[in-house]
């Protein structure tokens, strides 16, 4: 029996929230039944994806320029794929464009509540003429779902499934994760400080501009607080000003983008996300299997992942009284910090285990073949 081979196509060069799903995708497909292939834009991406077993084809489809997509397409010539799995809009976009008369059907993932379907973007037309046209469209969880569908009209929610992301504890088993002593001395972190801690992409939609506002006032009422900052991105210099402005540049640390995420999260009393829109955010998953205590806004995904003041706490609304309010109560009481990790942990075992993603995904693969 031939092994079908599946490519999973992004169009960064770094590891993010879609690049991981990717990773975590390919380390536990059945390799007796299916071949692991991906391609991304090279840099540090190809590299770790390489170093996994995977072998991976460099393009850059991030802006669709027509001799990137070229240059895909006469890959897949000859080097023929069974299944093209796109992840987020432009690498779906790309992938069909490549592949089309080829025969090879196209699977577009969404991976976020994209919040440029609200509007009259080009992005949203473009994407609603090929969305027509993927074999299937997963979305990360059944809000994002509802966010698309309720923004483009014209895709068929029978060609829609919900696969939520999944968490690899399969993975996390074989990480070295530096102790909580070792990073605090490393950063020159006093074992008195409590650590509010934010791991992302320095984006304007993940919110982070909120958290500094809020932590301005956080770090008067908590003297010994501190805010680390994991993430890179096109906002770090906006919210560098920002601290600066509020003179806490002694009590928020910029650890920029880190491969060891684990660690940093083993460095947290405390996960917020302070997002505006978000599908289901690995960090938020990631936080959970550290038995960290997460805060989230309201956003899509995570309202079906925690179950507020059980296995972390959302807000009402997204605006700093709340994500004040939720701070200081978080900080407040470390019996409620342990119940709300704990829970978190073992309802991340039983309902977002990639062993059960990974089921799901293999029967989706072979009845498109």
């Given at each position: 029996?031939?092994?079908?081979?599946?490519?999973?196509?992004?169009?960064?060069?770094?590891?993010?929230?879609?690049?991981?799903?990717?990773?975590?995708?390919?380390?536990?497909?059945?390799?007796?039944?299916?071949?692991?292939?991906?391609?991304?834009?090279?840099?540090?991406?190809?590299?770790?994806?390489?170093?996994?077993?995977?072998?991976?084809?460099?393009?850059?489809?991030?802006?669709?320029?027509p001799g990137e997509i070229k240059k895909f397409r006469s890959y897949l010539k000859?080097?023929?794929?069974?299944?093209?799995?796109?992840?987020?809009?432009?690498?779906?976009?790309?992938?069909?464009?490549?592949?089309?008369?080829?025969?090879?059907?196209?699977?577009?993932?969404?991976?976020?509540?994209?919040?440029?379907?609200?509007?009259?973007?080009?992005?949203?037309?473009?994407?609603?003429?090929?969305?027509?046209?993927?074999?299937?469209?997963?979305?990360?969880?059944?809000?994002?779902?509802?966010?698309?569908?309720?923004?483009?009209?014209?895709?068929?929610?029978?060609?829609?499934?919900?696969?939520?992301?999944?968490?690899?504890?399969?993975?996390?088993?074989?990480?070295?994760?530096?102790?909580?002593?070792?990073?605090?001395?490393?950063?020159?972190?006093?074992?008195?400080?409590?650590?509010?801690?934010?791991?992302?992409?320095?984006?304007?939609?993940?919110?982070?501009?909120?958290?500094?506002?809020?932590?301005?006032?956080?770090?008067?009422?908590?003297?010994?607080?501190?805010?680390?900052?994991?993430?890179?991105?096109?906002?770090?210099?906006?919210?560098?000003?920002?601290?600066?402005?509020?003179?806490?540049?002694?009590?928020?640390?910029?650890?920029?983008?880190?491969?060891?995420?684990?660690?940093?999260?083993?460095?947290?009393?405390?996960?917020?996300?302070?997002?505006?829109?978000?599908?289901?955010?690995?960090?938020?998953?990631?936080?959970?299997?550290?038995?960290?205590?997460?805060?989230?806004?309201?956003?899509?995904?995570?309202?079906?992942?925690?179950?507020?003041?059980?296995?972390?706490?959302?807000?009402?609304?997204?605006?700093?009284?709340?994500?004040?309010?939720?701070?200081?109560?978080?900080?407040?009481?470390?019996?409620?910090?342990?119940?709300?990790?704990?829970?978190?942990?073992?309802?991340?075992v039983e309902n977002y285990n990639i062993d059960i993603y990974m089921g799901k995904?293999?029967?989706?693969?072979?009845?498109?073949?």
């Open positions: 029996m031939n092994k079908i081979k599946v490519m999973q196509v992004v169009t960064t060069d770094k590891l993010s929230g879609a690049e991981k799903v990717v990773l975590d995708i390919e380390n536990n497909l059945d390799k007796d039944r299916f071949e692991a292939l991906a391609l991304c834009a090279g840099g540090e991406l190809k590299d770790l994806y390489e170093k996994s077993g995977i072998k991976t084809y460099v393009a850059d489809l991030s802006s669709l320029k000859e080097n023929p794929v069974d299944i093209l799995h796109g992840h987020d809009v432009k690498a779906s976009i790309g992938a069909y464009i490549a592949s089309k008369g080829l025969g090879i059907p196209v699977i577009s993932h969404l991976h976020s509540s994209y919040p440029w379907l609200q509007g009259a973007s080009p992005l949203k037309y473009i994407d609603r003429f090929y969305r027509k046209k993927y074999k299937l469209s997963i979305a990360c969880s059944h809000m994002v779902k509802e966010h698309y569908l309720n923004y483009n009209k014209a895709v068929s929610e029978d060609n829609m499934k919900v696969l939520n992301n999944s968490f690899n504890f399969n993975e996390l088993k074989e990480k070295v994760i530096l102790p909580k002593k070792e990073m605090r001395s490393r950063l020159n972190i006093k074992e008195n400080a409590f650590v509010f801690g934010f791991l992302g992409r320095l984006l304007d939609i993940k919110g982070a501009d909120l958290l500094i506002d809020t932590f301005n006032k956080i770090s008067k009422d908590i003297p010994e607080s501190l805010l680390v900052i994991v993430g890179d991105g096109p906002e770090r210099e906006k919210l560098e000003s920002m601290v600066k402005n509020y003179g806490l540049d002694h009590k928020v640390l910029f650890e920029g983008y880190q491969k060891d995420v684990y660690s940093y999260l083993n460095l947290f009393d405390c996960f917020i996300l302070p997002s505006k829109l978000e599908g289901l955010p690995m960090a938020v998953l990631e936080a959970m299997a550290m038995r960290v205590p997460v805060i989230s806004t309201p956003v899509a995904g995570v309202k079906t992942l925690i179950k507020d003041g059980f296995n972390g706490i959302i807000l009402k609304e997204r605006d700093e009284a709340n994500l004040y309010e939720a701070m200081i109560k978080v900080h407040s009481s470390e019996d409620n910090r342990v119940a709300l990790a704990e829970n978190a942990y073992k309802y991340l995904l293999q029967k989706i693969y072979e009845g498109i073949r």
